[in-house]
């Protein structure tokens, strides 16, 4: 299995990015997705997630209405959809993937996932 992370880099608070995570070795379809950050010296903490019927989930409140979590199961990717972002934003984001059944709710838990990508690197400056 590969989560290939991509779309990080360098913005001016207020700008946007967008991340993709590509999926291979596994079955897209069946798999709960999440996006996750880390900044040096912290704990990774859950973003975002989306459940196999495509139901997004918010975890963090800073940035709800900013941030939007979508998938497209055709090619297997997950998006995050970043806007407004802000200096608290700049982190290294990982995808996750967990193979769930269909009416599960993706978890905020790091050790609900059972795939990971190599993340992606977001730098906001002011």
Not at 3 to 10: E, I, N, Y
Not at 100 to 106: D, E, H, K, Q
């Amino acid at each position: 299995v590969q989560l290939q992370a991509s779309g990080g880099g360098f913005v001016q608070a207020g700008g946007f990015l967008r991340l993709s995570c590509v999926a291979s070795g596994l079955t897209f379809s069946r798999n709960a997705m999440a996006w996750f950050r880390q900044v040096p010296g912290k704990e990774r903490e859950s973003v975002a997630a989306i459940s196999r019927s495509g139901s997004p989930l918010y975890f963090i409140d800073s940035v709800k209405g900013r941030f939007t979590i979508s998938r497209d199961n055709a090619k297997k990717t997950v998006y995050l959809q970043m806007n407004s972002l802000k200096q608290e934003d700049t982190a290294v984001y990982y995808c996750a993937a967990k193979d769930t059944i269909l009416t599960v709710i993706p978890s905020k838990y790091a050790d609900f996932y059972a795939y990971w990508g190599r993340g992606t690197q977001v730098t906001v400056s002011s």
